[in-house]
């Protein structure tokens, strides 16, 4: 595996954002639904999108005030698809119910059909100051099998949009592996991509999710994603992103320095965030927690005056020690010293990963090295049990509480 020599995040840099608050908002609105997608979305239903943002916000008051946010996240679903005036009182509503840090990041997902100058405008004046493209590739061929409702000139058009409002930070998602592509289209979407200078780039290998119409193609005889290939493929992104100065600083995401995305960076650090809209998930006070996924079925709830949250997890213990090798290994500073590390390298499975040189410890930290394999490391990690001392050490706290 080609590296960059960009400079990454070290492991102080990474782990100071356990301290941020952070907030995700789900928008499900799209125009038509991506073959590929299994993310809680909704097409043909724009006549609901009042009644959805009222039920947010109403969500958005019932939840406990907390403190000034370090960055904000609408996702989707294609926040872009819906008239900004509806993002800018979920953005309000946040401001005033939490309070904003100075300084925070405020990120919009965006569809580059939807991103002309005045949405661009309306959404930066609306206070984001920080778009990211669902861009997927420049190969026309690739966009029309993927389902997308854009072409590569749409692209550059959106984002030259976006510098012209005033977005400082933009980002762009690609998806490699589709099997129209080839090795000589995915080296070109990512020049291409590179040369319109973004700050920041997310590199997928497509997937095929069980439920998606992709899934019923390929049981059907369409040709599937070649694993292989997308490995190929993605060392590609890490040569190329790499000599145009974004350095990897988590699986899938490369950036300028400086430029890595504040809401990940807080996810990976088992940092705080709240979570709004449907199917969204939380992490607050030690415990992860979902809503209702059905946007219908959220509505009522809300509608009905009762928090929508369908699941919830406590986190804490071993739990939250393993919790926090399974999110912080994701980056590419890995994670600090602990138990969690201890136990997996103690093991035969961590021992047997760590010669194959899937983990290594580089100065003082665990880090999955190949990160293409980092589930077979994530799985490693789900089997581990506390060593004894932490069992003993957990049974005294607990009788001394
Ligand atoms: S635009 Fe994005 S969220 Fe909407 S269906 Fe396509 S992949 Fe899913």
Redesign the pocket.
């Known amino acids: 595996m080609m590296t960059s020599d960009v400079r990454h995040l070290s492991g102080a840099e990474v782990d100071r954002h356990v301290e941020d608050a952070a907030a995700y908002v789900h928008i499900p609105f799209?125009s038509a639904?991506?073959p590929y997608?299994d993310?809680a979305?909704v097409a043909g239903a724009d006549d609901r999108i009042g009644r959805y943002v009222d039920a947010v916000l109403a969500e958005i008051a019932m939840s406990p005030r907390w403190r000034p946010l370090d960055s904000v996240y609408f996702g989707?679903?294609?926040p872009s698809h819906v008239d900004p005036a509806h993002l800018r009182r979920i953005l309000d509503a946040l401001a005033s119910h939490h309070g904003l840090a100075n300084g925070s990041e405020v990120t919009v997902e965006a569809?580059p059909e939807d991103f002309g100058p005045q949405r661009a405008s309306e959404l930066f004046s609306a206070g984001f100051n920080r778009v990211s493209f669902?861009a997927q590739s420049f190969d026309d061929a690739v966009l029309a099998r993927l389902g997308r409702r854009h072409d590569a000139g749409d692209i550059e058009v959106s984002l030259a949009n976006a510098r012209s409002a005033g977005f400082q930070n933009a980002s762009m998602d690609l998806i490699f592996g589709t099997p129209v592509e080839r090795n000589e289209s995915w080296m070109a979407t990512l020049r291409r991509a590179v040369a319109l200078e973004p700050d920041h780039i997310s590199c997928y290998a497509l997937t095929v999710e069980p439920g998606t119409p992709l899934h019923r193609d390929v049981k059907a005889g369409a040709p599937a994603p070649d694993p292989d290939t997308q490995a190929d493929r993605y060392e590609m992104a890490e040569r190329i992103l790499g000599e145009a100065g974004l350095g990897r600083y988590e699986v899938s995401n490369w950036s300028r320095p400086g430029r890595e995305c504040r809401y990940n960076l807080t996810v990976w650090a088992q940092g705080e965030y709240e979570a709004y809209g449907n199917g969204a998930h939380r992490f607050v006070d030690g415990v992860r927690s979902h809503n209702i996924r059905r946007m219908d079925a959220y509505i009522d709830r809300i509608e009905q005056g009762v928090r929508p949250i369908s699941g919830s997890e406590l986190v804490r213990g071993w739990d939250g020690e393993i919790d926090r090798l399974f999110v912080g290994l994701r980056r590419s500073a890995g994670v600090r010293p602990g138990p969690g590390v201890d136990a997996l390298l103690g093991t035969r499975g961590g021992g047997v990963l760590r010669h194959a040189g899937v983990i290594d410890v580089l100065e003082g930290r665990l880090v999955v090295t190949r990160p293409l394999l980092t589930d077979e490391v994530h799985r490693q990690v789900l089997d581990l049990s506390p060593p004894q001392g932490w069992v003993e050490a957990l049974e005294r706290d607990n009788l001394s509480d």
């Open positions: 799209c639904v991506c997608c993310f979305v989707g679903g294609t569809n669902g």
